[in-house]
């Protein structure tokens, strides 16, 4: 059975296979169902994904739309700025913020 299964997949690329591993992790789709066609499947992954933060975030919504290259420059990067502008609004939102030390950074709003 082992020797037919390795003869069945002699042309199969394995690095196909093993992107195929790591996108059935990231998505919870069987890395089978992936395989016969990794590089849709990844197009269409990255969109639904990018589409989700988008819809989850007004910060980012916003900066995609205020230029048309913005897209272009950071569609690849929506995961990391997802993050960053959560960690932001999480220290605007502390106790300290507004009146400790960041506030002398900050220009004032008056």
Known sequence: ???TA????LDDDPEQAARSLELEEASGVPATAIFGDVD????????????SI???NVHI???????????????DDLGQLDEASRAMS?????????????????????
Request: charged fraction near 15%; hydrophobic fraction near 40%.
């Open 61 to 75: 919504a916003d900066y995609l739309n205020s230029h048309p290259m913005a897209p272009r420059l950071s569609h």
């Open 6 to 9: 390795n003869v069945a997949v």
């Open 40 to 51: 849709t499947f990844e197009r269409q992954h990255k969109a639904a994904m990018g589409s």
């Open 1 to 3: 059975m082992a020797k």
């Open 90 to 110: 999480n220290m605007e939102e502390s106790p300290g913020f507004r009146n400790g030390w960041m506030m002398t950074l900050l220009p004032n709003p008056s």
């Open 54 to 56: 988008i819809a989850d």
